[in-house]
Nanobody, 114 residues
């Protein structure tokens, strides 16, 4: 299997927006549930959003501000982040859910700072 490749991170001011992308594979998409995770400095990796055939669920901390989506034809997963907060600063990863250890990629760094 091929590890996903996350992109789209960067530096953004509080209140700003970013759109993350994750290039995956057909095998990745064959798993029912896809997900975005993040790991902030000094903290454990946490689930941000989970996309399944029954819908999309979000962590309470991002609900109403982040939107996860997928494009099966392109094997792509996306995370639109709006109204970003300083506490959104983290490395963001995509994976299946529950996550496969061998599927953790390099992630993409998101920094929210004025």
């Amino acid at each position: 299997q091929v590890q996903p490749l996350e992109s789209g991170g960067g530096l953004v001011q509080p209140g700003g927006s970013l759109r993350l992308s994750c290039a995956t594979s057909e095998f990745f998409f064959s798993i029912n549930t896809l997900a975005w995770f993040r790991q902030a400095p000094g903290k454990q990796r946490e689930l941000v959003a989970r996309i399944s055939s029954s819908g999309t669920n979000y962590a309470d901390s991002v609900k109403g501000r982040f939107t996860a989506s997928k494009d099966k034809a392109k094997n792509m997963v996306y995370l639109q982040m709006n109204s970003m907060k300083v506490e959104s600063t983290a490395v963001y990863y995509c994976n299946v859910f529950p996550p496969f250890q061998e599927y953790w990629g390099q992630g993409t760094q998101v920094t929210v700072s004025s």
